[in-house]
């Protein structure tokens, strides 16, 4: 693995043009625009980012290649292609982890991609990777990339989905571990701040439904101040705090207490019906 070198950017094009002929292949798949007409790799590195290739041996000829594009913040995974020659070898996922690892080392929270939601090595794929499919950012650089496709045609040979991972560091903590430390910080919380809590569970999960790493709790009820006709037979609110990002963004155990304290804190007062100015004044923050 290696950043690609002048004579690899040579490849790049045949590589990904042969890699390109197999969606030929498949039943259903109509010809697919553009096939045979790869961008030039020196065209590829005149674009901001970076490209990373593989080769079986050092010093070796590319097998395969990885674009990033990164911009305004952005890192996107572009393309990924290997030389159906030498598929099966787990070239494909060697170039990936290498560019996830690559843009956590560049400051970037996320690496995002757009491909074929039913192709088994594209969107299957990239989800044993731990990509996500999301909604795609309403930003110009994501509303250009599905302008461009749907420009040629790209979207008919196939449902296109955006997809995301998170790639910053964190802690590792098995969920129980999680679990029983949430329950610690949720038994040093003021008397006066849990003896008003009714008919509301608390409850540990990995991550939101949408994938992500940046909602840290969510309170899943209806607040004391907006409840008219609240009966007895209500099923309990809920208070979820979410493992997962958690870890991601604490460096340490102090630190993930007190995140971990801050959510239990806030979402107790979405309960509540009070505000960030009232948690102030009350002590609580």
Do not use: K
């Amino acid at each position: 693995m290696r950043i690609a070198t002048d004579a690899d950017l040579a490849e790049l094009a045949r590589i990904e043009d042969e890699a390109d002929a197999v969606f030929a292949t498949l039943p259903g798949i109509p010809p697919l625009p553009g096939l045979g007409a790869a961008p030039s790799g020196a065209e590829r590195a005149t674009e901001p980012g970076f490209v990373l290739i593989v080769a079986e041996e050092d010093a070796g000829e590319p097998v395969g290649f990885v674009h990033v594009l990164e911009e305004g913040g952005i890192a996107h995974l572009e393309q990924l292609s290997v030389l159906p020659a030498h598929a099966r070898r787990g070239h494909g996922r060697e170039l990936a982890e290498a560019a996830l690892d690559e843009a956590a080392e560049r400051g970037h929270d996320v690496v995002t991609l757009r491909t074929f939601a039913d192709v088994p090595w594209n969107a299957p794929f990239y989800a044993s990777l731990g990509f996500v499919e999301a909604d795609a950012p309403d930003l110009p650089f994501y509303r250009a990339l599905e302008d461009e496709e749907r420009r040629i045609g790209l979207d008919a040979a196939g449902r296109r989905v955006h997809m995301r991972i998170d790639v910053r560091p964190g802690l590792e903590m098995d969920a129980d571990s999680f679990e029983d430390l949430v329950t610690a910080e949720l038994d040093r919380l003021p008397d006066d701040m849990v003896e008003g809590l009714e008919n509301v569970v608390f409850v540990v999960e990995d991550r939101p439904e949408d994938g992500s790493l940046d909602l840290l709790g969510l309170y899943d009820g209806l607040a004391l101040t907006e409840r008219t006709g609240y009966g007895m037979a209500e099923l309990p609110d809920r208070i979820i705090v979410y493992r997962e990002p958690h870890l991601a963004q604490c460096p340490d155990e102090d630190a993930l207490r007190d995140e971990v304290r801050t959510t239990l804190v806030h979402e107790i007062a979405h309960y509540y019906g009070i505000d960030d100015a009232r948690l102030h004044e009350l002590g609580w923050a």
